[in-house]
């Protein structure tokens, strides 16, 4: 065979081998490999990306906000291809406000390719990170997923009732948490087809996103403003550990505002002491001293026990069982009317007009007021207080309790007690949302709890208490007629398990106009210093509160 045959046959075996190879090849990637073939292409031209859904706003009952949702980004980093992770960190830890030696760690980590330097960052800090560019490629490590933030644009003004959310969205404390089912929405799925350029051609929603509800308060920003402001000065003057401040409306049970000492700012409530956290109106709970003896008069009123005129014989001293009780202020043996045992704050007085009504009307009538219950108010964390069964009263339990000693209550279920006397006997929820998307939200039918005739009695015995010769008539507002009662109760030391010498509640409630009330104030201080008595610390800021109020709120005098 001659040399160019053979070669010729040669480059045709390779040609054949050549085209055979191309057809195998052609073969397995058109059959075989086709499917992950053909997923990869859609991977790399199209992208499911998460639409983060807005919370709703928390609003005061005029649509002022105080939580509200804002574009943010989670700044991502893929430490594997990040080459210089002290440099990059130091660039980007003043934006994040974040310390440097806070960030390096996550940067530098090369056995991870995915890794969250910063969630809910604000856009507008996004934005200049983007803007670095921190190498000469053009690339530095870092992505952005688009999200939202929880932002509260009033700061410190009812930060504990707010609360706050978890780095998930999800409420952690307060109506951000007791709220979050309506808060909260739901996140929506967009799919994005990119040409070769990456330029996207494609753009649609597979899962449409539902934006959170807007909760709506019953709270008055301005209202709140005052009572924090007030609160603020109790604490210059008598520096006590807490304090807290409540403000309704008796007729239908709305708090128009509510306020604590020390306060929160609700941007950073995850740095504040426990105890500074705490919504001390409904999770704090205390002794309530002689505020508790306006429910034993209205529950031995109400079961017919005693009349305003009903006439009591009060020793210097009273004994019952292992327990002497004796008044705070010095006096002889006198005999007085209910009315005049209320205005000047007997202790001998109530617990006798206790022991005549009896432990089992007694106990029955004080569940009946709300107490040893959580108040259904829609704040997370509502304490129940602590209120003996009748069966283990010892011989001293009912006088003790009926003057506000030997059981606990919160400020909220002592709102809701006096709400009852001063609206002519009914009993309402106390309530903090108004509307949720414009629904008004529903509440518990009143019940009728005192008799018109009871209640208006009440009223008129409390408004004593502010008249000269009561216990708080320093707090008196000109013009006006004010009804209330002053408490100063001695804390049990948890050590000992007796009362302290030192620490003390100092409290006031009261409500006007007396004779029509449409305006309630508690004010509770936990451990006043320099001075202990409801009267002289409490008192006048219920005074200051109502004297800012009452005319706001467009309340005549008389």
Known sequence: MRPFDLRAKRLFAVFVAVVAVAGVRAFWVTVVKAPSLQAQASSQQSQRTVVPAPRGDITDKHGTPLAVSEPAVNVVANPMIIRDPNGLAAKIAPILGKPVEEVVPKLSDRTKGFVYVARAVPAAAGDKLRALRIDDRRVDGLSYEATTRRAYPRGVQAGQLIGMIGTEGKGLSGLEYSWDSQLRGSDGERLTVSDARGEPILVQDSKTMKSGREVRLTIDAAVQDQVERVLAGVAKVYQPKGATAIVADPRNGELLALANYPPVDANAIASASDYAQLNKASGFTYEPGSTFKAVTVAAAMQSGAVTPASQFFLPIELQAGDKTIS?????????LPVSEILAQSSNVGAAKIGLKTGKERFDRWVRRFGFAQPTGS???????????PAAKYSDATLPNMSMGQGLSVTPLQMIQAYATIANGGLKRQPRIVEEVDGEPVRTKAPERLLSPRVSSEMRQMLRGVLEEGGTASEAAIPGFDLAGKTGTAQKVD?????????????????????????????????????????????????????????????????
């Open 327 to 335: 008044d705070s202020h010095d006096r002889g043996e006198e005999t």
């Open 378 to 388: 829609g704040m997370p964390g509502e304490e129940r207080g602590l209120l003996l």
């Open 494 to 558: 948890p050590q000992t398990g007796t009362y302290s010498e030192s620490k003390y509640i100092a409290s006031f409630i009261g409500f006007a106009p007396a004779h029509d009330p449409k305006l309630l104030v508690a004010v509770v201080v936990d451990e006043p210093s320099g001075d202990i008595y409801g009267g002289s610390v409490a008192a006048p800021a219920f005074s200051r509160i109502m004297s800012f109020a009452l005319p706001y709120l467009g309340i005549s005098p008389r």
